[in-house]
């Protein structure tokens, strides 16, 4: 194919990209280095109230924003360096926290507290979803052949539900004394708020994620699972592995390309954890990178956007993700680069 | 055949494969079940915490709305009947009644005519067909399961989501026709050629890809909400305010879905042979002609199957969706924030659930018909790419 066809072809796909991803990107980290605030001015008002025998005067410095000829509050954008990511990081709490020992005391800053959950999270999630994947991947394998396609649409619910509807629909099991809450309590014999704590809430945003990805990487793994090389299994019987054998070093090895791939989506996506903060409502005790940013756009009550400090910590975690990328890109381009 | 004796599996193998299957099964099904369940109960039925009146509903029943045997065996009937119909003859009507070229809005007519006359048939003619049996048949006719449908008016009558469902409509058809006729052709570009820059741009569209979206969002708002004054300069005085537009959110969501789009057609163009395109271009084709009148004829399946991935990123997005839209602009999914927020009754929190389930619904029935796809599509990317 020509250069002049491949452009063609990919041209259109390459502007929306370049105009809707690389451009924003520019724009956020030159964002992140100006503040847009509104200007006030300091001025003195007498307010005078009458009274006997003289009325009372007073005077008073106030200060009130400055209004354009349009009646809206003028603004000025300036340069501010590096301040909006200091305003995320708060380094020097941090470092006073650091030198304290306190881990709490870190854990009252939000860009930490949001780093911490993000990482456990992610860390957690993974090995969890790639075990309950296989397992079930190896018990549909090890079923009725007429059983599996009834099993495979029911294992396809929770995947590609709407991500903030299956937050919300574990919470209600919980909320209150939700059924589960009230079994738990059944259960352990005492009393049960899932959501009065954060540790708690943890643990449920960490079972809804592995229930909504488990069966991406089943359907990848079952797939997996039907081209296992027979002649290889059988011969491993014959050299009398048994069955756990079996799975160890001759199943595994076989879907360990799978594994990876499933482990690399798997960080992308459950690095951007977000959803489950909106739909446990959790930000009390439990937020996330991306929610961050998030909040940092969402207007406050006086309806201004922290676009300034957005964008830093869009930076910060946009950073985030490359350093969690870089062992498996750098992995791609070996074996590209083996392939030439 | 027998199996050889070394396959074979002992009975404590088997039944503990079988009994973890079926505890999936129950885990995966059970919270969505769940909420169908609790949506068409009373407040009190909905949060009780005996899950036997959840189920049966004593509470809803009492107030006067409930299903008596006879309503539920005739409901399933209904039910069965239109589920055989829509897999039977369904097809074979749309079969007769199309030419070729027309197949594709054959489908979406009959679809749409389906589902009115089901919902004609099941909510306004079978109630009153009901009612009249209920009172003649005497204990059999008293119900016995309570179930309401008050939420779903609420939400779909007196709060408008039907709204709020156009404006999904509208956002996830521009999503996915967009970005299929882009990503096609960027993913028959990238597959045919072996060229570094394609590798880069593979690459580079899978950083994009691993980038949060919230990232991306906080470049846009700014930029969105002065569009009037940084357009002025070229459109003059219709220079549109870009925030709370959907076309706006179709453009920023088809970016965002791209680089997973080319990554997928690129692996379903990757398994259609070269040979297709070179005797296509002997006989003189342009590599567009080619591209346009012999490759895509056989690339349908993966079209689909791509087409619905994109159709669940637009659908299911929150997050682009809440911040770029205003209130009268809603989609569904970041509507319904505004109800669990509001949550200051316990019939909020009923509606909440129904509005899930209304949103919830059309995802089922997409799983039902496209199994196949959806499979084929998750595993597209991962064996073969």
Same mark, same amino acid.
């Given at each position: 194919?020509?250069?002049?066809?491949?452009?063609?072809?990919?041209?259109?796909?390459?502007?929306?990209?370049?105009?809707?991803?690389?451009?924003?990107?520019?724009?956020?980290?030159?964002?992140?280095?100006?503040?847009?605030?509104?200007?006030?001015?300091?001025?003195?008002?007498?307010?005078?109230?009458?009274?006997?025998?003289?009325?009372?005067?007073?005077?008073?410095?106030?200060?009130?924003? #400055?209004?354009?000829?349009?009646?809206?509050?003028?603004?000025?954008?300036?340069?501010?360096?590096?301040?909006?990511?200091?305003?995320?990081?708060?380094?020097?709490?941090?470092?006073?926290?650091?030198?304290?020992?306190?881990?709490?005391?870190?854990?009252?800053?939000?860009?930490?507290?949001?780093?911490?959950?993000?990482?456990?999270?992610?860390?957690?999630?993974?090995?969890?979803?790639?075990?309950?994947?296989?397992?079930?991947?190896?018990? #549909?394998?090890?079923?009725?052949?007429?059983?599996?396609?009834?099993?495979?649409?029911?294992?396809?619910?929770?995947?590609?539900?709407?991500?903030?509807?299956?937050?919300?629909?574990?919470?209600?099991?919980?909320?209150?004394?939700?059924?589960?809450?009230?079994?738990?309590?059944?259960?352990?014999?005492?009393?049960?708020?899932?959501?009065?704590?954060?540790?708690?809430?943890?643990?449920?945003?960490?079972?809804?994620?592995?229930?909504?990805?488990?069966?991406?990487?089943?359907?990848?793994?079952?797939?997996?699972?039907?081209?296992?090389?027979?002649?290889?299994?059988?011969?491993?019987?014959?050299?009398?592995?048994?069955?756990?054998?079996?799975?160890?070093?001759?199943? #595994?090895?076989?879907?360990?390309?799978?594994?990876?791939?499933?482990?690399?989506?798997?960080?992308?996506?459950?690095?951007?954890?977000?959803?489950?903060?909106?739909?446990?409502?959790?930000?009390?005790? #439990?937020?996330?990178?991306?929610?961050?940013?998030?909040?940092?756009?969402?207007?406050?009550?006086?309806?201004?956007?922290?676009?300034?400090?957005?964008?830093?910590?869009?930076?910060?975690?946009?950073?985030?993700?490359?350093?969690?990328?870089?062992?498996?890109?750098?992995?791609?381009?070996?074996?590209?680069?083996?392939?030439? | 055949?027998?199996?050889?004796?070394?396959?074979?599996?002992?009975?404590?193998?088997?039944?503990?494969?079988?009994?973890?299957?079926?505890?999936?099964?129950?885990?995966?099904?059970?919270?969505?079940?769940?909420?169908?369940?609790?949506?068409?109960?009373?407040?009190?039925?909905?949060?009780?915490?005996?899950?036997?009146?959840?189920?049966?509903?004593?509470?809803?029943?009492?107030?006067?709305?409930?299903?008596?045997?006879?309503?539920?065996?005739?409901?399933?009937?209904?039910?069965?009947?239109?589920?055989?119909?829509?897999?039977?003859?369904?097809?074979?009507?749309?079969?007769?009644?199309?030419?070729?070229?027309?197949?594709?809005?054959?489908?979406?007519?009959?679809?749409?005519?389906?589902?009115?006359?089901?919902?004609?048939?099941?909510?306004?003619?079978?109630?009153?067909?009901?009612?009249?049996?209920?009172?003649?048949?005497?204990?059999?006719?008293?119900?016995?399961?309570?179930?309401?449908?008050?939420?779903?008016?609420?939400?779909?009558?007196?709060?408008?989501?039907?709204?709020?469902?156009?404006?999904?409509?509208?956002?996830?058809?521009?999503?996915?026709?967009?970005?299929?006729?882009?990503?096609?052709?960027?993913?028959?570009?990238?597959?045919?050629?072996?060229?570094?820059?394609?590798?880069?741009?593979?690459?580079?569209?899978?950083?994009?890809?691993?980038?949060?979206?919230?990232?991306?969002?906080?470049?846009?708002?700014?930029?969105?909400?002065?569009?009037?004054?940084?357009?002025?300069?070229?459109?003059?005085?219709?220079?549109?305010?870009?925030?709370?537009?959907?076309?706006?959110?179709?453009?920023?969501?088809?970016?965002?879905?791209?680089?997973?789009?080319?990554?997928?057609?690129?692996?379903?163009?990757?398994?259609?042979?070269?040979?297709?395109?070179?005797?296509?271009?002997?006989?003189?084709?342009?590599?567009?002609?080619?591209?346009?009148?012999?490759?895509?004829?056989?690339?349908?399946?993966?079209?689909?199957?791509?087409?619905?991935?994109?159709?669940?990123?637009?659908?299911?997005?929150?997050?682009?969706?809440?911040?770029?839209?205003?209130?009268?602009?809603?989609?569904?999914?970041?509507?319904?924030?505004?109800?669990?927020?509001?949550?200051?009754?316990?019939?909020?929190?009923?509606?909440?659930?129904?509005?899930?389930?209304?949103?919830?619904?059309?995802?089922?029935?997409?799983?039902?018909?496209?199994?196949?796809?959806?499979?084929?599509?998750?595993?597209?990317?991962?064996?073969?790419?």
């Amino acid at each position: 194919m020509k250069f002049k066809t491949f452009i063609a072809f990919v041209g259109p796909s390459l502007f929306m990209m370049v105009l809707f991803i690389a451009f924003p990107l520019v724009s956020v980290f030159t964002q992140s280095f100006y503040n847009k605030s509104q200007e006030f001015e300091r001025v003195e008002v007498e307010t005078c109230t009458p009274g006997f025998p003289t009325q009372t005067c007073v005077t008073e410095v106030k200060s009130r924003p #400055v209004l354009d000829e349009n009646g809206n509050v003028r603004t000025t954008t300036e340069f501010v360096g590096l301040q909006a990511y200091r305003d995320v990081l708060e380094l020097d709490r941090a470092g006073a926290a650091v030198r304290a020992g306190s881990w709490s005391q870190l854990m009252t800053i939000d860009f930490w507290k949001a780093l911490r959950f993000t990482l456990t999270f992610t860390l957690l999630t993974l090995p969890l979803v790639i075990g309950v994947g296989l397992a079930i991947a190896l018990a #549909v394998n090890n079923a009725v052949r007429s059983l599996r396609g009834p099993v495979i649409f029911i294992s396809l619910l929770p995947f590609i539900i709407t991500p903030v509807i299956g937050a919300l629909s574990i919470r209600w099991l919980f909320i209150g004394d939700g059924i589960l809450t009230a079994f738990l309590e059944w259960w352990l014999a005492r009393d049960i708020a899932m959501f009065a704590q954060g540790w708690t809430i943890e643990v449920m945003m960490l079972l809804y994620r592995v229930w909504h990805v488990a069966p991406f990487a089943f359907v990848i793994f079952y797939a997996g699972l039907q081209t296992v090389n027979q002649d290889t299994l059988e011969s491993a019987i014959i050299d009398g592995a048994n069955r756990w054998q079996r799975l160890r070093y001759v199943i #595994v090895p076989h879907l360990m390309p799978l594994i990876i791939f499933i482990a690399l989506i798997h960080l992308m996506d459950c690095y951007r954890v977000f959803e489950e903060i909106v739909g446990f409502s959790s930000q009390a005790h #439990v937020i996330s990178l991306q929610w961050l940013t998030y909040d940092f756009l969402t207007p406050d009550d006086a309806g201004n956007r922290a676009i300034s400090r957005a964008s830093a910590s869009a930076m910060l975690t946009m950073i985030g993700i490359v350093l969690l990328l870089i062992l498996p890109l750098r992995r791609t381009w070996r074996d590209h680069k083996g392939a030439h | 055949m027998s199996t050889p004796r070394a396959m074979r599996q002992s009975l404590a193998l088997r039944l503990g494969s079988a009994g973890f299957l079926t505890f999936w099964c129950i885990v995966a099904a059970f919270p969505i079940v769940w909420i169908g369940v609790m949506s068409v109960k009373s407040p009190v039925d909905a949060f009780a915490s005996n899950p036997l009146d959840v189920i049966m509903g004593p509470v809803t029943r009492a107030g006067g709305n409930g299903l008596s045997v006879i309503g539920i065996v005739l409901g399933l009937a209904v039910l069965y009947m239109s589920g055989r119909f829509a897999m039977r003859n369904l097809p074979q009507m749309v079969a007769r009644f199309t030419q070729p070229g027309t197949v594709l809005l054959g489908w979406v007519i009959a679809t749409l005519g389906f589902a009115v006359l089901f919902i004609v048939l099941f909510f306004a003619v079978l109630p009153v067909i009901l009612s009249g049996l209920n009172a003649i048949a005497g204990p059999l006719g008293n119900p016995v399961l309570g179930l309401t449908t008050e939420h779903y008016q609420a939400v779909w009558v007196e709060n408008a989501f039907y709204r709020n469902f156009v404006n999904s409509l509208i956002v996830t058809t521009g999503v996915v026709t967009v970005s299929l006729t882009v990503g096609t052709l960027a993913g028959y570009g990238l597959a045919r050629s072996g060229s570094n820059l394609a590798f880069w741009l593979l690459i580079l569209a899978l950083i994009f890809r691993a980038l949060p979206h919230s990232v991306l969002v906080a470049g846009y708002l700014p930029v969105f909400i002065n569009s009037s004054e940084i357009l002025r300069p070229v459109f003059g005085d219709a220079a549109p305010t870009l925030y709370g537009q959907p076309y706006a959110v179709i453009a920023v969501l088809v970016a965002i879905n791209q680089p997973f789009t080319i990554w997928m057609l690129r692996s379903f163009f990757h398994n259609i042979p070269t040979e297709l395109d070179e005797a296509a271009r002997v006989d003189g084709c342009s590599h567009f002609q080619a591209f346009r009148r012999v490759i895509m004829p056989v690339m349908w399946p993966g079209v689909i199957t791509t087409g619905l991935f994109s159709f669940l990123l637009g659908y299911n997005d929150f997050l682009v969706t809440s911040l770029l839209l205003d209130a009268q602009n809603q989609t569904m999914v970041p509507a319904i924030a505004s109800y669990f927020n509001r949550e200051t009754t316990t019939t909020d929190q009923v509606e909440a659930i129904a509005a899930a389930v209304s949103i919830t619904a059309p995802l089922f029935l997409l799983v039902m018909v496209f199994q196949r796809q959806i499979v084929s599509g998750l595993t597209a990317g991962a064996v073969k790419g």
